[in-house]
């Protein structure tokens, strides 16, 4: 497919954000380029130095974004309400169409000062950047919807962390989004009273992301459309076992695709308690708090569409977080397993179930999953899982165990392993590692595909 660029977001105007210009590097080392995800794009035939040329100086792509643009946000971190964030150490870079038809944005982190920088230096470390590859290429392989790590460009400067051994690597990441509007971009419009402005946003992302007209029910619409699809990706984030650790609300992108992975980790087990971030000390976004921390998120969009909109329809729409999370959460996990589903009460039955027999084991997910995949779950899984394993029994498996991934053992990825897989590029800097480590990923992919 050829490159398709557009500009769509040049249509919302220029309250919605900032042209910026990117930082200047002292060098532009190429450490990864996703391949996979440049043919989704079209970007595929770019040589190595017109890769570096887009992604590392940012020489704007032919037909899409003239100049970067800052995207204007507030949002609540932690529950409270912050008026001061934005796009602080990066930019909207590039618009495109996809294979699928569907409208993307190439995204930057690392890339530089913005207005909305405040104390920060606009940059990315190095292991920053390889945390977020690491994390997406595990998330696209357990089906859970979320960015792709377009490109990791090492950017020779020295950073200082609080969190990490300093001074550190430097980086700068491309992400492919599907959108980047977050519901904080809907927050700061209404903190601002600004309803011609909601209306255009409103308008924008249906149009843009759920193909609908504009229209008097809009704001329901849009609203029961993102209730939808960010039910189902806190459905996947349980099924993968995966903690994002930062669900703020200007985290949250309103087309449901999960983004921006900071202190993220995979929970061992299913352990509710399971915290990613060690700044969150009350756990507020746990492992097992994450739907509930997603919801919440949606009633702030709810509440910012509160300005123009009535109260008993959008109260509706929420209403359908729970059974839209409940119904994702067993495609989620029947896909995992590797079986089709069957009916809606089943499924359920067999989802709560198997939830109570992880939590009440503790065994590992991954050796779990690798093990139940296609439906028959051995011996070694003892007592607990008796129900789990007879309900399981009457479903089909959804694809045969015929990959050479389950001649070996599971592909997972705890702290452990990211440590080691980052020691080796900051010891010695070797790549290898890492390079095997996503090949392995993208094989379980394909096992699981
Ligand atoms: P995050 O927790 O990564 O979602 O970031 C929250 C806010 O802090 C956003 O406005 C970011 O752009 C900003 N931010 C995070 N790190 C930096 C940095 N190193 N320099 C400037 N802004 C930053
Ligand atoms: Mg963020």
């Given amino acids: 497919m050829a490159f398709a660029p557009q500009q769509a977001i040049l249509a919302l105007g220029d309250g919605f954000y900032d042209p910026v210009t990117p930082a200047t590097f002292p060098q532009t080392i190429l450490r990864y380029r996703n391949d996979r995800a440049a043919a989704s794009v079209g970007l595929e035939g770019l040589s190595d130095a017109e890769w570096i040329a887009h992604f590392g100086r940012f020489e704007p792509l032919p037909g899409s974004l003239p100049q970067p643009l800052a995207l204007r946000y507030h949002g609540h971190q932690f529950r409270v309400y912050n008026p001061e964030i ?29 207005p909305y920088s405040r104390f920060g230096d606009g940059r990315l470390t190095l292991k920053g950047g390889v945390r977020e590859i690491l994390a997406t290429e595990m998330l696209e392989a357990l089906g859970v919807e979320t960015s792709r790590t377009f490109s990791l460009i090492e950017t020779g400067e020295s950073l200082h962390r609080g969190d990490e051994p300093s001074p550190t690597r430097s980086s700068v990441l491309v992400r492919l989004n599907h959108g980047h509007i977050r519901i904080g971009v809907f927050q700061r419009l209404a903190y601002f009273q600004d309803e011609d402005g909601l209306r255009t946003l409103t308008a924008y992302v249906l149009r843009h992301y759920f193909g609908e007209p504009d229209g008097p029910d809009a704001p329901q ?5 993102v209730v939808a699809r ?47 971030a060690y700044f969150d000390q009350n756990g507020l976004y746990a492992f097992g708090r994450q739907p509930e921390a997603i919801y919440w998120d949606v009633m702030q969009l709810a509440i910012s569409l ?3 909109a009535e109260e008993a329809p959008l109260i509706e729409a929420l209403e ?5 999370y409940q119904q994702g959460e067993a495609e989620a996990i029947l896909w995992r397993l590797g079986v089709q589903p069957r009916d809606a009460a089943s499924d359920r039955t067999l989802t709560e179930a198997l939830e109570k027999a992880l939590h009440q084991s503790g065994v ?21 899982f008796d129900e789990v394993r007879s309900r399981l029994s009457d479903y089909r498996p959804r694809k045969a165990r015929d990959h050479a991934y389950w ?43």
């Fill in 407 to 449: 001649q070996g053992s599971p592909c997972g990825m705890h702290i452990d392993e990211v440590e080691s897989l980052w020691s080796a590029i900051a010891d010695r800097d070797d790549w290898a590692p890492l390079s095997a480590k996503i090949s392995a990923i993208r094989r379980m992919g394909e096992a699981l595909a």
């Fill in 230 to 276: 960010t039910a189902r990706m806190a459905a996947q984030f349980m099924a993968a076992g995966f903690v994002h650790g930062v669900l703020n609300s200007d985290n949250i992108n309103v087309t449901g695709e999960s983004f921006d992975y900071g202190p993220w980790r995979f929970t061992p087990s299913w352990a509710p308690h399971f915290i990613a």
């Fill in 221 to 225: 619409r849009l609203l029961a459309h």
């Fill in 320 to 324: 359908g977080f729970a059974p839209a």
């Fill in 306 to 308: 509160r300005l123009i």
């Fill in 86 to 114: 934005g796009d602080g150490r990066g930019f909207l870079f590039a618009q495109m169409t996809d294979t699928g038809g569907r409208l993307m944005d190439l995204g930057t982190k690392g890339s530089g000062r913005t």
């Fill in 364 to 384: 590992p997910l991954d050796l779990f999953y690798f093990n139940a995949f296609g439906g028959q779950l051995s011996d070694q899984f003892g007592s607990e």
